[in-house]
């Protein structure tokens, strides 16, 4: 991803949760917690490949506006 065609990169997100539940349990010889833990992880890329050089052109022209 860091050799990325033309230094434009693709917007990385991630997505991390978790839930975490107990219960108490009595029996006549012993106390026990079940514990329950479920994970649920989520990466998402993606790359816009048809925006035919809008922002390219957006990103010139404020250079421009800058320089001047």
Known sequence: MSYAYGSK???LTSTISGTYANADKNTSTASTTPETLTDKY???LSQNLYDAG???LEIARSKILFND
């Open 9 to 11: 990169k693709p917007t």
């Open 42 to 44: 989520q990466l998402t």
């Open 54 to 56: 809008y922002n390219e």
